[in-house]
């Protein structure tokens, strides 16, 4: 037992990027940037006087940094009520929106309607929605308390506003919720600037990890695409072998990219291995473990020099 331990060597990456260079941080996230083909990556979503000058402002340069197209909305620059163009593309286009919530986030009429294009992304364009809790707990966000109250009382009593487009607002609130988010609001001691490069690297995770490069010069694949979809099934919590066979070279490996890129933001962890069967040949087995491994596990590297030892970590961590 001692020996496989020592045998089996677990890198843990906390987001702090030690030993990278921000050179070498920028270049992925411009590799990132490049394979997607969007003005923007990531949309942030805020109020102005609560973090502009401080968290949303560590957190776009953070990401930007990185070399991540990131979108950052500024109230400074609105005129009006009415959603701009340029505005619904942001939210549109990106890949991850990150709704800041805090304590008057709620009393902002834009970022209400940017929060609602977002779920409405969300559903329609399988956009991954990754919410900040700055000073106020999910549950005030999830049952419109606190603040939040106060909140949609002033939009009431302004009667400004309609019941039903207050009803979304609300409903949007609660979905975003119910997300899997990071909570500021509960860490001692919280260091912003560090925290904002933490979720940066954890965004670069997701753009790295769930979109897949793909030629735009695609023939005849949709149809084999929806087959698929429809074979997988809408929403089935099953699981699904699904086999695409034929010859070299017709677009096997294409398909299995773009079936992952529609299914990976519906889970927590996925991992594509690519040319297994290749690969085995020219290294072995264990590094494949070592791949799948890594990736569910979201270490920096995993090292696995025993087939069986390598079915076992996949068994209990899988």
């Known amino acids: 037992m001692e020996e496989s331990a020592k045998r089996r060597r677990v890198c843990e990456n906390d987001g702090t990027s030690r030993g990278a260079s921000s050179t070498h941080a920028s270049t992925e996230g411009q590799e990132v940037a490049a394979s997607l083909g969007h003005d923007y990556e990531v949309f942030l979503s805020f109020r102005g006087p609560d973090t502009r000058a401080g968290f949303a402002d560590f957190l776009y340069t953070s990401m930007i940094d990185m070399g991540i197209r990131a979108y950052k909305d500024d109230e400074d620059l609105r005129t009006g009520e009415e959603f701009g163009p340029a505005l619904l593309q942001a939210i549109e286009q990106s890949r991850i929106s990150i709704p800041i919530f805090s304590k008057g986030y709620a009393s902002s009429v834009w970022c209400l309607k940017e929060l609602v294009k977002m779920v409405e992304c969300r559903k329609t364009k399988g956009q991954k929605i990754m919410p900040i809790f700055y000073d106020v707990a999910p549950a005030e966000v999830r049952y419109q308390t606190g603040g939040y109250k106060e909140a949609f009382d002033l939009h009431k009593n302004k009667n400004r506003h309609d019941e039903g487009t207050m009803r979304k607002w609300k409903a949007a609130l609660e979905e975003v919720s119910f997300l899997n988010g990071r909570e500021l609001s ?15 690297h954890e965004v670069l995770r997701e753009l ?5 490069a793909i030629s735009k010069h695609l023939v005849s694949a949709d149809n084999h695409v929806d087959a698929i979809m429809e074979m997988i099934g809408a929403g089935t919590s099953e699981m699904r072998i699904i086999g695409i066979h034929g010859m070299g070279g017709i677009g096997k490996t294409t398909i299995a990219k773009l079936i992952y890129n529609k299914l990976s933001h519906d889970f927590e962890h996925c991992c594509f291995l690519r040319d297994v069967r290749e690969t085995s040949k020219s290294k072995n087995i264990q590094w494949l473990q070592n791949q799948l491994v890594s990736d569910i596990l979201k270490t920096k590297c995993i090292d696995i020099e025993d087939i069986d030892e390598g079915t076992q970590i996949i068994e209990e961590v899988v």
């Open 186 to 200: 509960n860490m001692h001691n919280r260091k912003e600037g560090e925290f904002a490069r933490k979720v940066s």
């Open 208 to 212: 790295k990890k769930r979109y897949l």
